[in-house]
């Protein structure tokens, strides 16, 4: 067998298997978005629950029931199980887009030079029932690409301005 041809057969035996690999991750997100829409539609039959909107995350959808005012959030564990929460948005006190950052250190020949960057960025409830405040997670920097950043914030930020028409509220600063 000539180099030539042995070369060609390495190069489409790697881009077959590249292939392939691209393939079964698309096959398993399609799986996981099914799975998670599904179960939606389940947790808002059990709860009467009726959504005009989705809004489907990495990991977690959220469903809204305008008539009713609820929020269900539904967020998909380990082994296919499913953890969902619905929020009353006649108890929203305050509905605010939150941005975390974390300290990021670099060492370097003249110290440590310590600057932030941005950890997540989260749709954050405050109750008027004073119950623990509640975050729903748009943007994480360990589970998203940092180029879907500025779409994750816009999503937040549709969010927001749709949940404090509903609820009357104020905008409001959260630290």
């Not at 440590?112 to 941005?118: A, K, M, V």
């Not at 920097?141 to 994750?152: D, G, T």
Request: glycine residues 6%; hydrophobic residues 40%; aromatic residues 10%.
């Amino acid at each position: 067998m000539s180099t030539i041809a042995f070369s060609v057969m390495i190069v489409l035996s790697v881009v077959f298997l590249f292939i392939g690999f691209i393939y079964i991750s698309n096959r398993q997100k399609k799986k996981s978005v099914s799975m998670l829409l599904s179960q939606l539609n389940k947790s808002g039959a059990e709860n009467n629950l009726s959504f005009s909107s989705q809004e489907l995350l990495n990991g977690s959808i959220l469903g809204l029931d305008a008539l009713k005012l609820k929020l269900l959030i539904l967020q998909q564990g380990d082994d296919d199980t499913f953890d969902w929460n619905i929020i009353d948005l006649k108890l929203v006190g305050n509905c605010a887009v939150k941005k975390i950052y974390k300290p990021f250190y670099e060492g370097g020949s003249k110290g440590i030079r310590n600057e932030n960057y941005l950890d997540r960025i989260v749709l954050h409830f405050e109750f008027t029932d004073n119950r623990e405040s509640r975050e729903v997670k748009f943007y994480s920097h360990s589970a998203n690409n940092v180029y879907e950043m500025q779409e994750l914030e816009h999503k937040a930020l549709k969010w927001e301005s749709m949940l404090l028409q509903m609820t009357g509220s104020k905008p409001r600063q959260i630290a």
